[in-house]
């Protein structure tokens, strides 16, 4: 099964608004990796945070890990049109990385 | 851009054709991975390479094999192609002295089988 869970599956915001996913998983990890994909593409790795960080930045991203609650969460301050695509969240726990379920964000002019 | 490269894009082909998807990548990794994505969403390992002469199943039993003779070259072949066969498949490759580091994925390789 799966190890990330990923919420909500779709999600439609004006551009301007921030946007919010949120993944939680089940097993001890060593770090935790978002990527993104657009429709009928390869994904790209946005931004990875280790087990013992708490918080991170990349430009309009933000990302939070709570190891206790298993879970974690990407913010993207000020979407833009160019911000639809899929957003995965995914776990390391050895040497191989297990992808979440995928949040569609559909972003509106 | 990553520099890892996925052929054929698309594939449409009969039922008990054998096929092979190539995926070669120019930045010396030494891992590589095929994922099979599903047409809602979900990613599934389904073979790894830890380097040359290096194969692993991944999580989702697949019918089809790899190989890895050279570094750069990680080609998924399906003997005998089904119906069932038809997903989106995605080749990535990562440093393998970073651990769990940061995956580099190829455009993908949509199959369909009639």
């Known amino acids: 099964s799966q190890q990330g869970e990923e919420d909500p599956q779709a999600l439609s915001i004006q551009e301007g608004e921030n946007a919010t996913m949120n993944c939680s998983y089940k097993?001890?990890?060593?770090?935790l990796q978002w990527y993104r994909q657009n429709s009928g593409r390869g994904l790209v790795h946005l931004i990875l945070?280790?087990?013992?960080?708490r918080e991170k930045h990349s430009g309009r991203l933000r990302v939070t890990l709570d190891t206790s609650k298993k879970s974690s969460s990407l913010l993207i301050t000020a979407s833009r049109a160019a911000d639809t695509a899929s957003y995965f969240c995914?776990?390391?726990?050895?040497?191989?990385?297990?992808f979440g379920t995928g949040t569609r964000l559909q972003v509106f002019p | 851009e990553a520099d890892i490269y996925q052929t054929p894009r698309y594939l449409v082909i009969g039922t008990g054709k054998k096929i092979t998807l190539e995926c070669s990548q120019t930045?010396?990794?030494?891992?590589m991975y095929w994922y099979q994505q599903d047409p809602g969403m979900e990613l599934h390992l389904i073979h790894y390479?830890?380097?040359?002469?290096?194969?692993e199943k991944g999580d989702l039993s697949s019918e089809s094999t790899v190989s890895r003779i050279r570094t750069e070259h990680f080609p998924l072949t399906l003997e005998s192609a089904r119906p069932s066969h038809t997903s989106q498949y995605l080749c990535?490759?990562?440093?393998?002295?970073?651990?769990?580091?940061?995956?580099?994925f190829g455009e993908g390789s949509r199959l369909t089988v009639l």
């Open positions: 990535a490759s990562s440093e393998y002295n970073k651990g769990s580091g940061e995956l580099f």
């Open positions: 097993t001890s990890i060593n770090n």
């Open positions: 945070i280790r087990s013992n960080e």
């Open positions: 995914a776990t390391a726990n050895t040497d191989k990385l297990i």
């Open positions: 930045m010396g990794h030494d891992k």
């Open positions: 390479s830890y380097g040359v002469n290096s194969t």
